[in-house]
């Protein structure tokens, strides 16, 4: 395990904004995964205090040539935050971006002051320290910048980084806990590069059809499709879809099995066996690999087609409507030609074992989950998805957006992404919660394309999918059976997702909610809301209409 910083400097050195489309790289740097390293808190007053700065950095990615990244420290990426329930913690963040940005935590149930969202802005060299005292259960999260409108970019140019929390049941679980040896966070993230190597992110008068930024590049950990060293025995990956656009179907070549023990929000009550798992971006799963019999040999790590997807009926996820097996359906709509291939996303070289004292078995139960139910809910709120062509222009433009007609670009007219009809707008307060209730949300797409469908704060529970070809509703499939914070849905499905609202956040700090599709978020497709005391519920919505 090594990081390869080369430099760091505050100046971006030899970017450039040529693009090329399709350019990839045959000679990789350096394949040996990387192991984010985890920060160490400074402790005040029993506060752990956790401090890391935004630069500018160029690392090799490929042989010979620097690219510039943005990352929280001296790489792409950032170091990994870990902590236990319960714990008071703090942060300093210093941005020496010479641009706005802001860190959202993503997945974490925090004050609405806290969370990092388009409101909480680092200036250039300024620092911002949140502080609260984490209340969740143990659990993969994430953070990222949520910058309005360029959260896309700069989440594309490197910056993300994990936020592991332990609690009483992850540290009773027998299960891999030895973080960088058998407990491995894995980001996978797809890229585009130029002729010089330098990250290549779309901007107006391209065009690509796939709705949002796909490259042809996968890193896993910011290293190109890399080969990780672990020994023979159980082992522990907590994966995170950190792509901006890209939908993942993730196996093992030869259909070996493995065991998704967490969601988004925490574990599952007990491991769900699988040889595929589909992952929208921003979503998590932890899986466990049994290796005890792998000794010596290399296993590939894959994303695999969408066409395998439908003929498999892939066994973490159904989707039936528009995807009928044996067709491809809409799908291909909302892919391009790396949805449609198989790619390696990385090499695991198993090892002998390395010592006696290690995981040797799959535990039959994790946890128990305290089932919300529908009944608990006091009202559902609706959420269509759509995107449409229109001239309403007062957001960024992204090459998805315009609109081709017979081979020719449209400039002008382009694709918005709304949700209930309208693209977000900071002024506007879209929802208001009443603070400790329980509500459905039901999220429908009514788009073409597929979306993950994000809430800050709160983790939500799935309650059914339903297809939107008159089928039944149905329960989400086992893996889908634990706590989320996004959600992906396929063209025409309806979602309904249940949760509680327990933090309050008032009009100048709301929480959102948004597709992850970070081109569909930059392009309004997010909205915002509220969480009120159930006495002034009544005075806020007089407000907002009144300043509609
Ligand atoms: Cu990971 Cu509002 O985002
Ligand atoms: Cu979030
Ligand atoms: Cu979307």
Redesign the pocket.
């Known amino acids: 395990i090594k990081t390869s910083i080369l430099s760091s400097s505050i100046l971006v050195v030899g970017c450039s904004d040529k693009r090329s489309d399709k350019f990839i790289y045959p000679d990789y740097a350096d394949r040996s995964f990387i192991v984010p390293p985890l920060i160490e808190p400074t402790i005040v007053n029993g506060k752990r205090i956790f401090k890391f700065s935004i630069n500018h950095n160029t690392i090799e990615i490929f042989k010979g040539k620097l690219t510039c990244v943005l990352g929280y420290g001296d790489s792409i990426l950032g170091p990994t935050i870990r902590v236990d329930n319960m714990d008071n913690v703090g942060f300093e963040i210093t941005n020496y971006l010479s641009v706005n940005t802001t860190v ?1 935590f ?2 974490l149930h925090l004050p609405a002051k806290e969370d990092g ?1 388009p409101y909480q802005i680092i200036p250039p060299n300024k620092t911002w320290k949140p502080s609260w005292r984490i209340n969740q259960l143990a659990s993969t999260q ?1 953070y ?1 910048p ?1 910058l309005e409108g360029y ?1 896309g970019e700069q989440v594309y140019k490197g910056m993300a980084g994990f936020f592991l929390i332990d609690d009483e049941t992850s540290r009773l679980l027998d299960i891999p806990k030895t973080y960088g040896v058998d407990d491995l966070p894995v980001v996978i993230q797809d890229r585009r590069f130029d002729e010089k190597a330098q990250l290549l992110y779309l901007n107006k008068g391209d065009f690509d059809k796939s709705g949002g930024m796909k490259g042809y590049t996968i890193l896993v950990n910011g290293k190109p499709v890399p080969i990780l060293n672990v020994p023979a025995q159980v082992i522990r990956l907590r994966i995170l879809n950190g792509s901006n656009a890209r939908i993942y179907n993730l196996g093992f070549e030869g259909d070996i099995q493995f065991y998704q023990i967490a969601s988004d929000g925490g574990f599952l009550e007990k491991p769900v066996s699988l040889t595929r798992v589909l992952l929208g971006p ?1 979503e998590r799963v932890e899986i466990l690999l049994d290796l005890n019999n792998s000794k010596n040999t290399i296993l590939r790590f894959k994303s695999f087609s969408a066409e395998y997807y439908d003929k498999q009926k892939l066994n973490g996820h159904q989707f039936g409507g528009p995807f009928k097996v044996g067709g491809t359906g809409r799908l291909s709509d909302s892919v391009d030609t790396l949805d449609k291939i198989n790619f390696d996303v990385m090499s695991i070289y198993v090892n002998k074992s390395t010592s006696t004292n290690v995981v040797r078995k799959i535990p039959n139960k994790l946890t128990k989950i305290v089932r919300l139910k529908e009944s608990d809910a006091i009202k559902t709120r609706n959420f269509g998805l759509t995107v449409m062509s229109g001239f309403k222009i007062n957001r960024r433009v992204f090459t998805s957006m315009f609109k081709v007609i017979n081979g020719i670009v449209l400039e002008g007219e382009h694709m918005l992404h709304l949700i209930n009809g309208v693209q977000m707008d900071m002024n506007v307060i879209n929802e208001v919660v009443k603070k400790g209730d329980v509500e459905i949300w039901r999220i429908t797409n009514g788009a073409h394309t597929t979306h993950p469908f ?1 809430i ?1 704060d709160i983790q939500f529970q799935i309650l059914d999918r339903e297809q939107g070809d008159g089928s039944d509703p149905t329960l989400p499939n086992e893996n889908e059976r634990g706590w989320k914070d ?1 959600v992906l849905l396929m063209p025409e499905e309806t979602v309904r997702v249940v949760a509680k609202f327990d933090h309050y956040a008032d009009t100048q700090y709301p929480y ?1 909610y ?1 597709c ?1 599709i970070l081109e569909h ?1 930059d392009a309004g497709m ?1 909205g915002q809301f509220l969480v009120v005391e159930p006495e002034d519920f009544d005075t806020v919505m007089t407000d907002i209409d009144n300043n509609k």
Request: aromatic share 6%; charged share 5%; hydrophobic share 25%.
């Open positions: 959202h993503h997945g969202g994430w990222h949520h959260t921003a994000h800050h996004t959102m948004h992850h978020e997010m």
